[in-house]
C-alpha cells in the first residue's frame, strides 16, 4: 500500500503536467488529488487498521517535502483525515456514493485549509472569490479521479492491508 501511494504521489505530479491545460480556465484551476483521494479511501475501507494513520504521517512528510517544499499541510491533513474516515466508516453505509460524498468534503476541507494556511504564511495570494470557483473545478476532477481509482484503493485496503500479517488468516 505505501508503494501505491508513493506511485499516486508521482502520478499527482505527472498529471499535474500534462492535465494542466485541461484543468485550468482562465485563472481557475483545479488540482489533482490522487493521494488525498486514496488517503481518504483506505481509511473508509480499513476501518480498524491504526497502523495506516502512520502510512499517512509518511506519505504526508514526502508529500509535504516533494510538492512544497516545507512540512505541515499534508503532514496534518493525511494522519487527521485518515483517522476521521476510519471513524465515519463504522457508521456509513459501505457503499459508493457515501464513500464519494465523505471524500468530497474531505477534499473541500483540504482545498480550503491549504489555501489558507499558503496565503497565511504569503506563500500564495489568491482571493477568495478565485478559491471558491477554482474549488467547483477541483470537485468535478476529484469526482473523475475517485471514479477511476475507487475500486484500485478498495482491493489494496482490503488484500493488502499496511503492517497486517495476513498469513496467520490464510490457511
Not at 114 to 127: A, C, D, E, H, T
Request: charged share 10%; proline share 2%.
Amino acid at each position: 500500500m505505501a508503494i501505491a501511494l508513493y506511485v499516486a504521489l508521482v502520478l499527482d505530479g505527472s498529471l499535474a503536467l500534462y492535465l494542466h491545460q485541461f484543468m485550468n480556465y482562465q485563472e481557475y484551476g483545479a488540482s489533482n488529488w490522487l493521494l488525498p483521494i486514496g488517503i481518504m479511501l483506505i481509511g473508509l475501507f480499513d476501518d480498524t487498521n491504526s497502523k495506516e494513520i502512520w502510512l499517512a504521517l509518511g506519505a504526508g512528510v514526502v508529500a509535504d517535502i516533494s510538492t512544497l517544499g516545507i512540512i505541515g499541510i499534508y503532514t496534518v491533513f493525511f494522519p487527521l483525515s485518515i483517522w476521521v474516515c476510519q471513524k465515519i466508516a463504522r457508521f456509513l453505509p459501505e457503499i459508493f456514493w457515501a464513500r464519494l460524498i465523505v471524500v468530497l468534503i474531505g477534499l473541500t476541507i483540504l482545498d480550503v485549509y491549504s489555501w489558507g494556511i499558503l496565503n497565511l504564511v504569503g506563500i500564495i495570494n489568491i482571493s477568495s472569490r478565485v478559491m471558491l470557483i477554482s474549488l467547483l473545478f477541483n470537485l468535478g476532477w476529484s469526482i473523475v479521479f475517485f471514479i477511476l481509482t475507487y475500486w484500485i484503493w478498495g482491493n489494496l485496503a482490503q488484500r493488502y492491508p499496511f503492517l497486517v500479517d495476513l498469513d496467520a488468516y490464510r490457511q
